[in-house]
C-alpha cells in the first residue's frame, strides 16, 4: 500500500489515526485473507494508540478472532516488566479486546537473548508458512508472507525497531529475528 507522508497537529490526532488505519486495514485484511497479522511497534510512541484501539468507538469494528499480534521488537526484560514491549501492550490495549490467546505471538524477553531471538524466529517462520485464505488472488499473482501492518516508532538517536545506527545488525541479510546488545543503553 503506498502511502503519502502526513503531518498531524498533535498526539492525539496521531493516535487517532494510527487506531483509524489499525481499523481499516484490519478489516480489510480479514476480508481478503481470513486474518489481519499486524507487529506492534514498543516505547512510548504507540501507547496512546493502543489506548485508543482499546475503546469501543475502535474496538467494536475489529473481528479480534482473526487478528494475529507480533511484535517489532522487545527488551530482555519478563513479560510484567515496566520496560517490556509486551507489558505495555497488554496493558494499554490486549487486556481491553478479546483477542484469542493463541493469536499472541510475543518475544520471550524473560529468557536468554540468543536463544529468545531463535525461538521467536521460528515461531515467525512457522507461522507465515501456513496456508491462508486469500479470496483476492488473482491468476499468476504469488501470494506474500509478509504481515499486515507493522507499526514503527522511532526513538530520539534515530533507531527504528531496536535496529540502531551504525551497529552491525544492520547489515544482516538472512536472519528474521537477531539478538543484539546496545552499550548506548547499559545502564
Excluded at 93 to 110: F, I, K, S, T, Y
Aim: with cysteine; hydrophobic share 40%.
Amino acid at each position: 500500500m503506498k502511502s503519502t507522508p502526513r503531518i498531524l497537529p498533535d498526539a492525539d490526532s496521531l493516535a487517532r489515526t494510527v487506531a483509524e488505519l489499525f481499523v481499516t486495514l484490519a478489516v480489510k485484511a480479514i476480508a481478503a485473507r481470513g486474518r489481519f497479522t499486524v507487529a506492534l511497534a514498543g516505547g512510548s510512541t504507540p501507547e496512546s494508540a493502543y489506548g485508543m484501539l482499546a475503546t469501543s468507538e475502535f474496538a467494536a469494528r475489529v473481528g479480534w478472532s482473526f487478528v494475529h499480534i507480533f511484535w517489532g521488537d522487545e527488551r530482555c526484560v519478563p513479560p510484567h516488566h515496566p520496560d517490556s514491549n509486551y507489558s505495555m501492550a497488554r496493558k494499554s490495549l490486549l487486556d481491553h479486546v478479546p483477542l484469542p490467546v493463541d493469536n499472541l505471538h510475543r518475544m520471550r524477553g524473560e529468557i536468554e537473548p540468543e536463544k529468545a531471538a531463535l525461538d521467536y524466529e521460528r515461531r515467525l517462520r512457522s507461522f507465515f508458512a501456513r496456508p491462508r485464505l486469500d479470496v483476492t488472488r488473482t491468476k499468476g499473482r504469488k501470494s506474500t508472507l509478509s504481515f499486515d501492518l507493522v507499526l514503527l516508532g522511532m526513538g530520539n538517536d534515530g533507531h527504528i525497531a531496536s535496529l540502531f545506527p551504525g551497529t552491525r545488525i544492520l547489515r544482516e541479510k538472512t536472519r528474521w529475528v537477531v539478538a543484539h546488545y546496545v552499550e548506548t543503553l547499559k545502564a
